[in-house]
């Protein structure tokens, strides 16, 4: 039984090495997302915007899918790294492509408007399955 309860610690120093990497890319992504986007979404959500609070959430639920199937499938932590910096980019042209698609997107999360903060949330997690599926070959 110790036997055990040691072999499955053995692999506690490659768990560690891989969660500290992936809070530190998540944190990485929230820097330059909430940096390129043109509204300031802590500041919305901390004034209770719902319509802000969506799409973020959206945004870091895409960005954290393919940043789990690529710890799930890369070969190294380096492997891991790059793979989350495509995570990264894939998620920012989401956001520049989605407004696009939907005219004055940012302004109208500003505002509040639900429906453009859902849209965003659904294009970003979306996109995000979509992109963690391509990583695991």
């Not at 390129?36 to 799409?55: K, S």
Request: proline share 4%.
């Amino acid at each position: 039984m110790l036997d055990t309860a040691l072999s499955s610690l053995a692999g506690l120093p490659s768990f560690l090495a891989y969660f500290v990497l992936a809070v530190v890319s998540v944190l990485v992504f929230v820097r330059l997302y909430s940096w390129v986007t043109p509204h300031d979404e802590f500041g919305l959500i901390r004034a209770n915007n719902p319509a802000a609070a969506l799409a973020f959430a959206g945004a870091l639920i895409g960005f954290a899918l393919p940043l789990s199937s690529a710890i799930t499938h890369s070969l190294s932590l380096l492997d891991c790294a790059i793979w989350g910096l495509v995570a990264t980019v894939v998620q920012i042209l989401t956001f520049f492509i989605s407004q696009l698609a939907l005219k004055q997107l940012p302004q109208r999360i500003t505002q509040g408007d639900l429906a453009a903060g859902i849209f965003s949330a659904g294009c970003s997690i979306s996109v995000g399955l979509l992109n963690a599926a391509c990583m695991s070959y």
